[in-house]
């Protein structure tokens, strides 16, 4: 039990400190409202939540390798910055990958429906009444009281 603890909390941690993961999350719930509204399939889901969890795993072990970095060596250094810019591709990398998915899935979905789109429009609309929220979430979350960045 002390491991999912332990690792809730890192979750929670990055989610407070780290402006990636919480656009990452943002990025998850739009998928989520847009296959609600699509209405997808099992394969739909099981492709897209892979998708975003490799995504999201990618971006917390690059906010790990980054703190790690900074405490092993707090000075600016090539191999540091290397090691950084590596685990930033990573992210990179998996991120084109669920794009790719995404795209597949989304225009697939769309396609099979026809146009005029038969959407559940209800779940478009909460998706589209709930973009304050997730720009104040990404952008002012785990901010600390006068902190500019």
């Given at each position: 039990?002390?491991?999912?603890?332990?690792?809730?909390?890192?979750?929670?941690?990055?989610?407070?400190?780290?402006?990636?993961?919480?656009?990452?999350?943002?990025?998850?719930?739009?998928?989520?409202?847009?296959?609600?509204?699509?209405?997808?399939?099992?394969?739909?889901?099981?492709?897209?939540?892979?998708?975003?969890?490799?995504?999201?795993?990618?971006?917390?072990?690059?906010?790990?390798?980054?703190?790690?970095?900074?405490?092993?060596?707090?000075?600016?250094?090539?191999?540091?910055?290397?090691?950084?810019?590596?685990?930033?591709?990573?992210?990179?990398?998996?991120?084109?990958?669920?794009?790719?998915?995404?795209?597949?899935?989304?225009?697939?979905r769309i396609l099979y429906m026809g146009?005029?789109?038969?959407?559940?429009?209800?779940?478009?609309?909460?998706?589209?009444?709930?973009?304050?929220?997730?720009?104040?979430f990404v952008f002012w979350f785990g901010r600390k009281k006068g902190?500019?960045?």
């Amino acid at each position: 039990m002390k491991m999912f603890a332990h690792a809730f909390r890192g979750i929670w941690t990055a989610v407070k400190t780290e402006r990636n993961v919480r656009i990452h999350l943002a990025a998850v719930f739009y998928v989520v409202i847009c296959g609600l509204s699509l209405e997808f399939i099992s394969l739909d889901w099981a492709l897209a939540g892979l998708a975003c969890g490799l995504v999201i795993g990618a971006e917390l072990f690059n906010a790990a390798i980054e703190r790690l970095c900074d405490v092993v060596e707090p000075e600016k250094s090539p191999a540091i910055k290397a090691i950084k810019d590596i685990a930033a591709g990573a992210v990179l990398v998996c991120a084109i990958a669920a794009i790719a998915v995404a795209g597949h899935v989304f225009l697939g979905r769309i396609l099979y429906m026809g146009f005029p789109l038969q959407m559940n429009w209800l779940v478009f609309w909460i998706g589209v009444a709930a973009l304050p929220f997730w720009v104040w979430f990404v952008f002012w979350f785990g901010r600390k009281k006068g902190e500019n960045t």
